[in-house]
């Protein structure tokens, strides 16, 4: 074909045609995008073109080139073979349009890599989190059966007769135990708010009874002996709630912790005042109050979880976990935590909820369970008992605090089929089974003594005992038919009390 006819073709400003002879020499040229000199060899222009000797080979008349690099620009060639053993290389700039292309790839693959890290950093956190949950879980369950044993046997121990240095000893080793367990418990509630898996419950509770609680028990206890712990409630405020009674009152004792572990002073203040209510809804303004003490390292209103220690000039910083729960319960009741200075020294903690109230507020007479005084109970005929317990320590805690009453006559099973086979053949009052027994789940164990016991058996009190404490855990524990569930660690009063409250008393004096 005629170059000049290629040029009617393709006529545009951004082509250009070249004309050469089998060996490379440049015979005509538009000058168009490169001057190139006629009779020069096309091979000298570039170096791509080293190999147009080639192209004079090949079987096709008609070769295309694309996304060709020259000079810093970007081109599609076109080879055409004439039959006088001539060519016309046609030059197509393509530099806007594969740079479009470009930056269109790039983004796309951008966008890709972006999802891919995303997906990536997700899966990193998931298990992550997996991770934790796991490592929480088996850290709960180690020390809940040795804190289990600390707790009880310390609970004993003061029950019996001690000179005035024991009392002293048993006494602190109880109180740590308790601390310990207060810990291990606030350790697993924030696990459980950060992953937002907690619902809180909607249940009419006496508001005031609660607070009267919650001060006689900080006012009795041996810590605030030489502390004043004073309690102000307004007339305005309602009544009864309706909320989580357990929830609303774990903010207000993990407040009074926070005040107890940093007052240096002779007080402490719990006011409850109404902010505002409408119609059946109401927000409640609770504060504590330590008059001298650790002193916040910000000023003005703000979410803090760390106080700072100015005593002797020494600055000490320290993470308030029980704060951190009660920031995170406070969130689940649509309400906020604050903490801020006094200029008399000391800080002021507050929490504002919004709760609901019943539109005919009254106070709601709430059924008290009263502690059953274990040490009086003497049982004429003693109650036959099985412990599914495999693990050791919780065995002898169990196997101690039964013993030592007086009241019962104790087995104790470490293999599932032992256990079926006992309840098969002869007669018990109670069962005590740990969470899990030689890696048979308690709900599944529960049901198989359903299905394989007695008919004395299946009607008799089985109570869980376990490190198992969620919510929706000890639902589970109820469906599947137990009486009641004691949660690791406990004291000897706590294992005693449900057991008694669930047998019945009678058949046995």
Do not use: W
């Amino acid at each position: 074909m005629a170059m000049h006819e290629l040029q009617r073709d393709y006529s545009t400003k951004d082509l250009q045609f070249i004309s050469i002879d089998k060996q490379g020499t440049i015979l005509t040229t538009d000058q168009q995008l490169f001057e190139l000199k006629k009779d020069s060899s096309i091979k000298s222009f570039h170096p791509f073109f080293e190999v147009i000797d080639t192209y004079f080979l090949e079987k096709s008349d008609h070769i295309k080139l694309e996304c060709v690099h020259l000079n810093d620009r970007v081109f599609d060639i076109d080879f055409i073979k004439n039959d006088d053993d001539t060519a016309v290389i046609i030059f197509r700039e393509g530099t806007d349009f594969y740079n479009r292309v470009q930056l269109i790839a790039q983004k796309r693959n951008e966008s890709i890599i972006f999802q891919e890290t995303l997906e990536l950093k997700n899966q990193i956190l998931k298990e992550q989190e997996e991770f934790k949950n796991r490592f929480i879980g088996n850290f709960s369950h180690e020390l809940r059966n040795p804190l289990t044993l600390v707790s009880s046997f310390s609970s004993m121990l003061l029950k019996t007769e001690l000179n005035l240095d024991q009392e002293m000893l048993v006494g602190a080793i109880k109180d740590q135990s308790d601390k310990l367990r207060d810990i291990l418990n606030d350790i697993i509630d924030l696990s459980i708010l950060k992953n937002s898996s907690l619902s809180l419950e909607s249940e009419p509770f006496s508001l005031r009874k609660l607070l009267k609680n919650v001060h006689l028990n900080y006012s009795t206890t041996s810590s605030t002996k030489d502390l004043s712990i004073n309690l102000k409630i307004d007339e305005s405020v309602p009544k009864t709630i309706i909320g989580d009674r357990r929830r609303f009152e774990q903010i207000i004792t993990n407040f009074l912790d926070n005040a107890l572990r940093h007052n240096k002073g002779d007080s402490i203040e719990i006011n409850i005042k109404e902010n505002q209510r409408r119609a059946n809804k109401v927000s409640l303004r609770i504060e504590v109050i330590n008059n001298d003490g650790l002193i916040p390292d910000f000023l003005g209103d703000q979410e803090i979880e760390t106080y700072t220690n100015l005593d002797n000039g020494d600055i000490e910083k320290t993470t308030s976990l029980s704060f951190s729960i009660a920031r995170e319960l406070a969130q689940l009741m649509d309400g906020e935590i604050l903490i801020k200075p006094l200029e008399t020294g000391g800080t002021l903690q507050v929490a504002n909820l919004k709760l609901v109230f019943p539109i005919h507020d009254k106070e709601i007479i709430e059924e008290t369970e009263e502690t059953t005084k274990n040490s009086k109970i003497h049982l004429t005929d003693k109650v036959r008992t099985i412990i599914a317990e495999d693990n050791s320590v919780t065995q002898m805690t169990a196997l101690k605090i039964l013993v030592s009453t007086g009241n019962f006559d104790n087995r104790v099973f470490t293999d599932p089929k032992d256990l079926l086979e006992a309840v098969d053949k002869d007669d018990y009052d109670l069962i005590l089974m740990s969470s899990s027994i030689s890696q048979v789940d308690a709900l599944e164990l529960i049901s198989l003594i359903k299905e394989f016991a007695n008919d004395h058996n299946k009607k008799i009190p089985i109570i869980a005992v376990t490190t198992k404490t969620s919510a929706p855990e000890l639902v589970e524990y109820r469906k599947a038919g137990f009486k009641d569930v004691v949660k690791k660690p406990y004291t000897d009063d706590e294992l005693l009390n449900t057991i008694y409250k669930r047998l019945n008393l009678k058949k046995f004096k």
